[in-house]
């Protein structure tokens, strides 16, 4: 077996969370490692703009998580390939008549949010640490154990024999978290049965920079505005099904499917013309007990996962990784180790109660839309209703959801 090489933090995965954690750290006198069990190779990014050539998989950025981005330098990269701001959202029940939209002058903001490729925050990331000399990646490189030295040491061992050391290693490995299994994390979860079918479609009119959800009784249906021309309109779809419902979809062929999903979404933008190669994921809610121990920490995915009904996920996972650089830098000035407990509970109070927050706030709106008994089906769509003309309740759901409250 290789010598250990010793870092003050290993970060475990380099997708969008470990990425940007290596880069709000790179610079103030760290030695970090990204461990990437995959080829760590740029994304490639086409320019051309076709059905076929977006990435399936978007982040819908809130304005906060667009600014932390802006300071890790990234933004600038993304905003020069292509994204789009939607500036409004309406949202209607399959039910009934409840609708209600919501508008970026409402709280007189430029948008209410960003769609972006999840490739071209990626690349843009990597981007920032390419060449930095406080980064060492190891890809690809696949975790094979993780152990506790002593109170203030931690090794892991990369299959092939190589071996690690860190004061902190961070699991931004994902929902399926290794780090979070070798090292004993309690988690609370319950399986949806829904799976999640996404594709990028051309419709037939314009979506006029607004994001769109249906809440229909199999699920809610997402169209997320892309970039376009003036005769070439596309979204990002997320549509949330019954898993009894999602092979059966699949397997149509394209016509079909995209007759499916024209029907599905009332026709609001007219026919959906053509669709992407589509696939599916399931949905699973899961919160660690617990996001840190002495030497550990876990971000994003691999500390909670959340339903995609409002695209809070990789908003959350942002927020999580700017809270624990901010406060392993504070530490470090206080001569505070990376791994330390203390340090690393301050970023677990500031973190999990904003996430649990969101988490029961997503989980009740979906199992409200699940109800169909009549009363419920009236009460839900009285408060769709409400809620449109109560200007300052909707001004604080618009902040909220924009990151800003």
């Not at 109170?151 to 931004?172: I, R, T």
């Not at 509970?345 to 904003?354: D, I, L, T, V």
């Amino acid at each position: 077996m290789a010598d250990a090489s010793e870092f003050d933090v290993a970060i475990i995965g380099a997708g969008i969370a470990g990425s940007a954690l290596a880069a709000a750290l790179s610079g103030n006198g760290l030695s970090i490692a990204l461990v990437e069990s995959r080829p760590l190779t740029r994304p490639h990014l086409p320019s051309a703009l076709d059905v076929q050539q977006f990435d399936a998989r978007v982040s819908a950025l809130t304005p906060r998580s667009r600014e932390m981005l802006q300071d890790l330098g990234a933004w600038q990269a993304i905003a020069g390939y292509r994204h789009c701001p939607y500036g409004h959202m309406t949202v209607w029940d399959a039910e009934g008549t409840g609708e209600i939209e919501f508008d970026c002058a409402e709280v007189n903001a430029p948008a209410l949010g960003y769609i972006v490729e999840n490739r071209a925050i990626v690349a843009a990331l990597l981007d920032e640490i390419a060449g930095a000399a406080d980064v060492t990646t190891f890809s690809p490189a696949r975790l094979e154990a993780c152990t506790r030295l002593d109170a203030s040491k931690m090794k892991m061992v990369l299959e092939g024999g190589d071996s690690l050391q860190a004061a902190l290693v961070v699991a931004a490995d994902g929902a399926e978290s290794k780090v979070r299994e070798m090292m004993g994390f309690h988690t609370r979860e319950w399986d949806y049965h829904h799976r999640a079918i996404v594709t990028t479609v051309r419709v037939e009119q314009p979506h006029r920079e607004t994001a769109w959800q249906r809440f229909l009784p199999s699920g809610p249906l997402a169209f997320l505005p892309l970039p376009g021309t003036p005769g070439q309109h596309f979204c990002s779809i997320v549509w949330s099904l019954q898993e009894v419902l999602v092979d059966p979809l699949l397997a149509l062929g394209d016509e079909a499917f995209c007759a499916e999903l024209t029907q599905a979404f009332e026709g609001r933008l007219g026919r959906v013309l053509a669709a992407s190669p589509r696939f599916a994921f399931p949905l699973r809610q899961r919160h660690a007990v617990d996001y840190v121990q002495g030497g550990v920490a876990l971000v994003a995915d691999a500390a909670h996962t959340i339903h995609p009904l409002a695209g809070q996920g990789i908003n959350l996972g942002l927020q999580d990784v700017a809270v624990l650089a901010e406060e392993i830098l504070a530490g470090q000035l206080r001569g505070a180790a990376p791994g330390r407990l203390e340090l690393l509970r301050r970023y677990q109070r500031r973190r999990k109660g904003e996430n649990l927050l969101m988490m029961t706030a997503m989980e009740g709106f979906k199992r409200l839309f699940e109800q169909q008994s009549l009363p419920l089906r009236w009460l839900r769509n009285a408060g769709m209703r409400g809620v449109g003309r109560l200007g300052p309740l909707k001004q604080q759901v618009i902040r909220r959801a924009m990151g800003l409250a």
